[in-house]
């Protein structure tokens, strides 16, 4: 219910008859996260209309409203802004932001004792107090914390895939994140690879009528590999499990 594009005087589209206005009028508490990169001027919008729909010069409304942000996220992106509009557009330059209650959370709630150590060693790299030297860019990273190779990185987090790979609950236990698609395409080769069964070939038939995805004339396209479709056949390669 923002408006897109949003101004410092917006306010949002929210009629005070309807069913959403209703539902704010009736709700206790509203919780929004991420607010580190949200524009300020968004959240003064939201703000405004909360006062307009209670009828109210409170801040917010006069509901309470729970922001959660975490100082490493990124700051609202800008198309074209330098340092300095980025910074106006942070939430603590907005005037409700004297008007806050600051309150920290110490624990984190996602690791066990055991998982502790790493937990804070992250934290200190997001602070900036894992300098190598003077230099702002570089990083010392523990050496129980590296792996020799892609390979290894993958049996370490995903010690017996060929055993589990049927089993959805302990195959999810394990998450390898990269910075690049094609990372991950190289990691999900691998895995394939090992994957116990037959390897098939399928064939995926996609049709277009005006470029909407619907049944209609064919059009060819370029795989990649040097190789044109033109009757809407387009090869993928999978593996069929034994039973």
Not at 109 to 131: H, I, P
Not at 132 to 142: L, P
Request: net charge neutral; charged share 30%.
């Amino acid at each position: 219910m923002i408006p897109i594009p949003i101004f410092e005087n917006s306010v949002c589209a929210i009629k005070a008859e309807s069913s959403l206005a209703k539902l704010i009028k009736e709700s206790r508490v509203i919780i929004w996260d991420e607010i580190f990169s949200v524009h300020r001027v968004n959240i003064e919008c939201v703000e405004t209309t909360l006062g307009d729909l209670m009828d109210s010069d409170h801040p917010w409304g006069g509901k309470a409203v729970l922001l959660g942000w975490d100082p490493r996220q990124a700051l609202p992106v800008i198309k074209r802004a330098g340092r300095a509009q980025i910074v106006k557009a942070w939430i603590q330059t907005s005037p409700l932001y004297p008007l806050m209650q600051e309150h920290k959370l110490k624990v984190n709630m996602r690791t066990d004792k055991a998982e502790n150590e790493f937990s804070n060693y992250l934290l200190d790299l997001g602070e900036g107090k894992m300098k190598h030297g003077e230099s702002e860019v570089q990083v010392q990273i523990t050496t129980a914390y590296l792996v020799k190779d892609l390979k290894t990185l993958i049996s370490e987090t995903f010690p017996d895939f060929q055993n589990e790979c049927g089993d959805k609950e302990n195959l999810f236990k394990g998450t390898v994140y990269t910075p690049l698609n094609k990372d991950i395409r190289d990691i999900n080769d691998m895995r394939v690879a090992v994957f116990p069964g037959d390897e098939s070939n399928f064939q995926l038939t996609q049709f277009w009528k005006n470029g909407q995805g619907e049944g209609g004339t064919v059009k060819g396209w370029d795989t990649g590999n040097g190789e044109v479709w033109r009757e809407g056949v387009e090869r993928s390669r999978g593996r069929s499990r034994k039973r």
